[in-house]
């Protein structure tokens, strides 16, 4: 174990792989040294397995009506209690989990990639490619991304595909700017001139040399934006213009549970607490990830 | 100029979320019983015949000699809604913004000078509640808990029914007018309407403008001449406020403009939880009936609000920082 | 040499890190009269920190220990914050590196001067003006109520260096800790900041420390010279003795000091393996 320990601290790796290692190794050891990150680690991985595994957490079928146990309050029977057609509460948010991880996977997956290359084309190739790029990026930027969402969905009519598209359509310009920035700081590297002496074109010094070194700086990004846009996708869902039931998406859970707000509070917060704790967990991860990858202590000498 | 096309855009973007819309315009005016003819003829009158760039410039023309098409739902002129409602919109995000900026420099200040305290970790706690509660989900709680329990604030609305229409209205901020007829107690009771989700609005923009203000004051925490007041004998509550703190007020102006901008947009959610008749509960109503015209509308105004905060903040920080002169 | 106005004995500064904690100044001991004292090494040797823990001003995590840390019949480890804050600036004070980062870019000259005085004394604001301009005419600058309303960004280097000295002699402190005074100037203009401090330090009878890598401004300037490398005093001898030097490390910073009837074709390297263990 400690000689494991050596191999992946050694000042003077032999390998690539060795070097690799040790500096992915060297962050966990950073971001394990902070509780509030390994919380959120936890809360995102428990997110995920839930989502997977949904029938085994859930006591109940998230869909049966069952009349009857209309609008119980938590008990034994029923964790988190049922809403006003007599579905259990808890089973629906575990079910709810999948369809948060869709929609949160599926925007990063658009939005992401579409930012980076962006970003990325617009610093490598400067001029007027540049100009034009992130002048569209600045003008989606300096708008209202909630409004435009929503906006959007109102167009497009509701359902979560199109609650993935309008957020994404929303969300790719922040990833643009970093990819952006951190293009024009590689992109006069010697490495690149190497590259393009070799006779690499430019698509393939994007993909192959610029696209890998922005990725860490836009996935910290992505991670903070996570919460960001569960939080959106379940204003929607309020809204009545995300999922459609009975899909078990939290917002519009809470969003059915409003009518019940005064006698049955637990039909409208639990599906809140389950959107606080999942985004909090995302920005707890995110922010460690940021202080490790970016560490500026304000104390040095 | 980029201004001018910044706002180009927006007419362009929400330009072509009208295009999107499945519903056939023509259709709606003509219903789905009309003749080809007639349907042909509409079309044309509509200038729906034309090139989409054609289009697309007089729909600049309309909208900036302020016709925003009519509203299906009230039959009235958008742009005639739209600045009905705003003032709500603006009375509450303007006391949210003041909430959010007293509590939040300060937080991020004290976050800052005790960096790794325990105190900092609560306020770094806090603040990232801030980005992970739904506005509408903390606004049902809210009057669940401060209304419907405790009975410490009143309820949805801006006024009780009692109390409305009682003065007349000069601003169309309540708090203004209400002190302006000197009717104290339409004041006390529109206060206790408003406190209620303008603290909830202060929450999320304090979150931000907390996280903003330790991050500036650490980098300047860090900084020599912070050493050099230090060196002087400076006292520590001085060195923090006088040194630290000063070159910092500039960029928080930016970023206090910017989650300004941010509260109007976040009064949406909350406006439709407290029945707030803002522009927000405007914008949502017109998305449940599909009134078009009205969601473009509020779209553009909100969005147009925005963009100018942000760049009157950005010109503020050229003008009040002696740097850049 | 008169009673010292301050004693230093097997000071240490400490800083934890992930392998366990480093000592970056490691039993310097020193006294200072009314004198110039120059400490030399370079970067990294500990000399900014040594200065700076006389100040209290290393900060944390950092650790400073000493068994004798006195000024002015005071013991500066033990004393509260309170009465550390009464010696800052009025007794002993600090010219910092480069005015560019040392100097509020917020606040004009005058108020940064001029805050030194309100800090330590109650003067009326008027009176502080005066003697804010008086100090700004003896640091030789022409136009002092142009300076006065000036910001830092307004002013060259050279000036901006002899407004720091204002700002750090206007309370006139016992001692005055120069800390690389003159390394961010152009060399033009480093004479003159030079010859500057000279004749203040000299006027008000106060001692000096002053902090370089660069041997000769300092073996020319001091009377006194302390040589520091790796966080220890290897060396400590008059300034003119500077040719006599024994220690290995001081002959080889010698050596590589270029000369202008310069005959070697390369300039030696410090050969550090010859004598790390001395």
């Known amino acids: ?301 | 100029m980029t201004t001018a096309f910044t706002f180009l855009g927006l007419l362009a973007i929400t330009f072509f979320i009208g295009r999107v819309v499945p519903i056939d315009p023509v259709l709606a005016v003509v219903g789905d019983r009309a003749p080809q003819a007639v349907y042909e003829r509409v079309r044309e009158e509509m200038g729906l015949d034309r090139p989409l760039f054609v289009q697309f410039f007089s729909y600049v023309g309309d909208v900036l000699s302020g016709n925003f098409g009519m509203s299906v739902t009230t039959q009235r002129p958008v742009l005639d809604d739209l600045m009905q409602v705003f003032p709500a919109t603006l009375e509450m995000a303007t006391l949210g913004i003041i909430i959010g900026v007293a509590l939040g420099v300060p937080m991020g200040v004290i976050a800052a000078s005790r960096q790794g305290s325990l105190t900092d970790q609560a306020i770094r706690v806090v603040g990232l509640l801030g980005y992970s509660m739904p506005a509408f989900w903390l606004g049902l709680v809210g009057l669940l808990v401060f209304y419907a329990r405790l009975q410490w604030v009143a309820g949805p609305g801006r006024i009780d029914i009692f109390y409305d229409g009682l003065i007349p209205t000069a601003t169309g901020l309540m708090l203004v007018d209400s002190l302006v007829a000197g009717d104290l107690d339409v004041f006390w009771n529109a206060v206790s309407h408003i406190v209620l989700p303008a603290s909830i609005l202060g929450f999320f923009s304090l979150a931000y403008i907390a996280r903003m203000t330790r991050s500036f004051m650490l980098n300047q925490l860090g900084q020599e001449y912070v050493t050099t007041a230090r060196v002087k004998g400076v006292s520590e509550r001085a060195v923090i406020w006088r040194h630290a703190f000063r070159p910092i007020r500039v960029p928080l102006i930016t970023v206090v403009g910017l989650s300004y901008a941010g509260l109007l947009e976040g009064s949406v959610m909350i406006e439709t939880v407290f029945s707030w008749p803002g522009i927000g509960n405007y914008l949502t109503a017109a998305l449940f009936n599909a009134d078009m015209n009205a969601v473009l509308g509020a779209t553009l105004v909100i969005g147009a609000v925005f963009i100018v905060i942000n760049k009157v903040s950005d010109a503020l920080y050229r003008v009040l920082d002696p740097r850049a002169q | 040499m008169s009673e010292p106005l301050l004693e230093v004995e097997n000071l240490r500064v400490r800083f934890p890190t992930a392998n366990g904690p480093v000592e970056v100044v490691r039993g310097v001991s020193f006294a200072l009269g009314r004198e110039r004292l120059g400490i030399v090494g370079e970067s990294g040797s500990g000399k900014s920190l040594t200065g700076r823990s006389i100040l209290r001003l290393v900060r944390a995590p950092g650790k400073v220990t000493a068994d004798r840390l006195r000024f002015e019949g005071k013991d500066l480890l033990a004393i509260s914050e309170y009465e550390m804050r009464q010696i800052r600036g009025a007794r002993i004070s600090m010219v910092m590196q480069d005015p560019k980062f040392s100097l509020n870019p917020v606040m004009t000259m005058g108020e940064q001067i001029g805050e030194t005085l309100a800090v330590h004394g109650r003067l009326p604001r008027r009176q502080i003006r005066r003697r804010v301009l008086d100090m700004l005419e003896a640091v030789q600058i022409r136009e002092p109520e142009r300076v006065y309303g000036l910001y830092p960004h307004e002013v060259s280097g050279g000036m901006g260096q002899r407004v720091m000295i204002a700002m750090m002699l206007i309370p006139e402190p016992a001692i005055l800790i120069a800390d690389e005074p003159t390394s961010a100037l152009d060399v033009s203009v480093q004479g003159e900041v030079l010859r500057l401090i000279n004749d203040l330090i000299t006027r008000n009878g106060m001692g000096l420390i002053f902090i370089s890598h660069d041997l000769n401004l300092v073996s020319q300037f001091c009377d006194r010279i302390l040589v520091m490398y790796r966080g220890e005093i290897v060396e400590e001898c008059a300034a003119g003795a500077l040719e006599k030097a024994r220690h290995p490390y001081k002959r080889g910073l010698l050596a590589s000091v270029p000369r202008i009837d310069e005959t070697r074709a390369e300039l030696p390297v410090l050969d550090r393996g010859a004598w790390a263990g001395a």
């Open chain 1, 1 to 301: 174990m400690a000689t494991t320990r050596e191999w992946l601290l050694t000042e003077s790796p032999a390998s690539r792989l060795q070097a690799r290692l040790g500096r992915s190794y060297r962050m966990l050891l950073a971001l394990l040294r902070n509780p509030l990150a390994v919380l959120g680690a936890m809360i995102v991985l428990a997110l995920v397995i839930i989502a997977i595994f949904a029938p085994f957490f859930a006591t109940h079928s998230p869909y049966t009506v069952e009349l009857t146990d209309r609008l119980q309050p938590p008990s034994k029977e029923f964790w988190l209690g049922t809403d006003e057609l007599g579905r259990d509460i808890w089973s629906r948010l575990v079910f709810g989990a999948r369809i948060t991880l869709i929609i949160v996977v599926l925007v990063a997956a658009i939005a992401a990639p579409l930012g980076t290359i962006v970003g990325a084309v617009s610093g490598y190739l400067g001029g007027w490619a540049d100009r034009i790029l992130m002048g569209i990026t600045d003008i989606f930027l300096s708008m209202p991304k909630l409004i435009l969402a929503l906006a959007f969905v109102a167009a497009l009519g509701p359902g979560i595909e199109n609650a993935v598209i309008a957020i994404a359509i929303t969300s790719w310009p922040a990833y643009a700017r970093i990819a952006r920035a951190e293009t024009l700081t590689i992109r006069n590297c010697e490495f690149i001139f190497a590259a393009r002496l070799q006779g690499a074109s430019a698509a393939r010094i994007i993909v192959r040399h610029i696209l890998p070194l922005c990725s860490s700086s836009v996935i910290i990004r992505v991670t903070l934006d996570m919460a960001g846009i569960i939080l959106t996708a379940a204003g929607l869902g309020f809204l009545g213009l995300g999922a459609q039931p009975p899909l078990p998406e939290w917002g519009a859970m809470i969003s059915r549970g409003r009518a019940f707000i005064l006698d049955q509070w637990w039909v409208a917060t639990m599906p809140g607490f389950a959107i606080v704790i999942v985004s909090l967990g995302f920005c707890f991860l995110g922010d460690g990830l940021r202080d490790v990858l970016d560490p500026k202590s304000g104390n040095s000498q």
